[in-house]
């Protein structure tokens, strides 16, 4: 199956949850995406989200030479950003526990 639907679902909530823990940039956002679970993204999956963010209101954008090279995009969250961010969540567990529900019952019957 074709996860990247799923994906496109909860990425921006997860993008947005690894901002709150403090300002970070593109690359590392990617890493921690990557250590959680999410194989095989892009950069040009990631940026996309992070500019619906921006626009949104949700996060900020602050570019800073970085000690590395290239100037780099810092993003951190906004007190819009931490609203949403709660609001997510909230609306993620009710879902999955729905989800989880039905196809608990579609597993005990096909056993």
């Known amino acids: ?29 990617l890493s ?3 250590q959680a679970g999410f194989e095989n993204l892009l ?4 940026y996309p989200v992070l500019t619906r963010l921006e ?5 900020a954008c602050r570019k800073a030479k970085s000690p590395f090279g290239p100037i780099r ?3 951190s969250i906004t007190e819009a950003g931490k609203h949403y961010f709660s609001e997510f969540k909230e ?21």
């Open 43 to 46: 950069e040009g999956t990631l």
């Open 91 to 111: 609306s993620y567990v009710r879902i999955m526990s729905a989800s989880e529900r039905i196809l608990n019952i579609m597993d005990d019957s096909e056993q």
């Open 1 to 29: 199956m074709d996860d990247s639907q799923l994906i496109r679902g909860v990425l921006e909530g997860c993008v947005l949850g690894i901002i709150a823990q403090g300002e970070t940039y593109g690359y590392e956002i």
């Open 32 to 34: 921690k995406l990557e």
């Open 73 to 75: 995009k810092y993003f």
């Open 55 to 59: 626009k949104k209101g949700l996060i």
